[in-house]
């Protein structure tokens, strides 16, 4: 194991990856709408996966059964796409892509809105996003992992919301879950310290209500809230730099 440090090839193709799996996120946008199932969207995705000349990383993944996770509402995140579930109005969800291009990974998520969605649910989602970015902000080489964290919990705790604290973000690029383990709640200057090189995600998945997780008995991949209020989650895959991060998953030049 240990946190594997990116050759200059390795970082080229983990950026193109990411980038096929945030154009992917930006394709399917035009066909999230009322009354489409999730298992339409994950067909739409994992076609223009494959005619990219990539592969859909969950497929198949430790028996995961789709090319994408679509988790709706009170469901934190591994939702499997289905065709009994359809979109409706004032729904949320996180559509979590993973790409595999020439053997490199890159894993990206967002939120999108159905139709008309609450001032609450959409307050829950911008508060999310902002998680994500004052994680990416403590990305520099030298800071300790932990503080990725330190930064993410601070803000949501102000917000009034908590952290999910068992599912985790993790280091990618050669494999899917690589070391390290990137908790989204954390105490300041905890764990390794960062160094140019390394690649990893930050996913936060924020819950409105309890923290606690509880995964679908049947399916053995579903995670919901235990007091079925919304969660939210975006996720980037990040590249330590010289001088700080590069977001390898952003294909809008925000960052
Ligand atoms: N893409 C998810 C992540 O961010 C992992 C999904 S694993 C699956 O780590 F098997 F559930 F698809
Ligand atoms: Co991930
Ligand atoms: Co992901």
Same mark, same amino acid.
């Given at each position: 194991?240990?946190?594997?440090?990116?050759?200059?090839?390795?970082?080229?193709?983990?950026?193109?990856?990411?980038?096929?799996?945030?154009?992917?996120? &930006?394709?399917?946008? =035009?066909?999230?709408?009322? *009354?489409?199932?999730? /298992?339409?969207?994950?067909? %739409?995705?994992? $076609?223009?996966?494959?005619?990219?000349?990539?592969?859909?990383?969950?497929?198949?993944?430790?028996?995961?059964?789709?090319?994408?996770? &679509?988790?709706?509402? =009170?469901?934190?995140?591994? *939702?499997?796409?289905? /065709?009994?579930?359809?979109? %409706?109005?004032? $729904?949320?969800?996180?559509?979590?892509?993973?790409?595999?291009?020439?053997?490199?990974?890159?894993?990206?998520?967002?939120?999108?809105?159905?139709?008309?969605?609450?001032?609450?649910?959409?307050?829950?989602?911008?508060?999310?996003?902002?998680c994500l970015d004052l994680g990416i902000q403590?990305?520099?080489?030298?800071?300790?992992?932990?503080?990725?964290?330190?930064?993410?919990?601070?803000?949501?705790?102000?917000?009034?919301?908590?952290?999910?604290?068992?599912?985790?973000?993790?280091?990618?690029?050669?494999?899917?879950?690589?070391?390290?383990?990137?908790?989204?709640?954390?105490?300041?200057?905890?764990?390794?310290?960062?160094?140019?090189?390394?690649?990893?995600?930050?996913?936060?998945?924020?819950?409105?209500?309890?923290?606690?997780?509880?995964?679908?008995?049947?399916?053995?991949?579903?995670?919901?809230?235990?007091?079925?209020k919304l969660s939210a989650q975006f996720e980037?895959?990040?590249?330590?730099?010289?001088?700080?991060?590069?977001?390898?998953?952003?294909?809008?030049?925000?960052?």
């Amino acid at each position: 194991m240990g946190i594997i440090i990116k050759s200059k090839e390795q970082i080229d193709g983990i950026r193109k990856s990411s980038k096929l799996a945030a154009q992917a996120l &930006i394709y399917i946008e =035009e066909f999230v709408k009322e *009354g489409v199932s999730t /298992e339409f969207l994950n067909q %739409k995705i994992h $076609d223009f996966i494959i005619e990219h000349g990539a592969t859909p990383a969950t497929l198949g993944y430790g028996g995961y059964p789709k090319s994408c996770c &679509i988790s709706l509402n =009170e469901v934190i995140c591994h *939702g499997i796409p289905s /065709e009994d579930t359809i979109l %409706k109005n004032g $729904d949320i969800l996180n559509i979590d892509v993973t790409t595999i291009l020439d053997g490199y990974y890159g894993d990206t998520s967002k939120m999108y809105t159905v139709g008309e969605v609450s001032e609450d649910a959409l307050r829950l989602i911008e508060t999310t996003k902002h998680c994500l970015d004052l994680g990416i902000q403590q990305v520099r080489p030298g800071n300790h992992v932990g503080n990725i964290g330190f930064a993410i919990q601070r803000y949501a705790k102000v917000k009034g919301y908590s952290v999910v604290y068992e599912f985790c973000g993790h280091g990618v690029g050669v494999d899917f879950h690589e070391d390290p383990q990137v908790d989204h709640a954390a105490r300041r200057n905890s764990g390794p310290k960062l160094q140019p090189g390394m690649t990893f995600t930050i996913e936060p998945m924020i819950n409105q209500g309890k923290a606690r997780a509880k995964v679908d008995k049947q399916d053995g991949w579903t995670a919901r809230t235990v007091d079925n209020k919304l969660s939210a989650q975006f996720e980037h895959t990040i590249l330590v730099t010289e001088t700080g991060y590069e977001v390898l998953t952003d294909v809008s030049d925000e960052y």
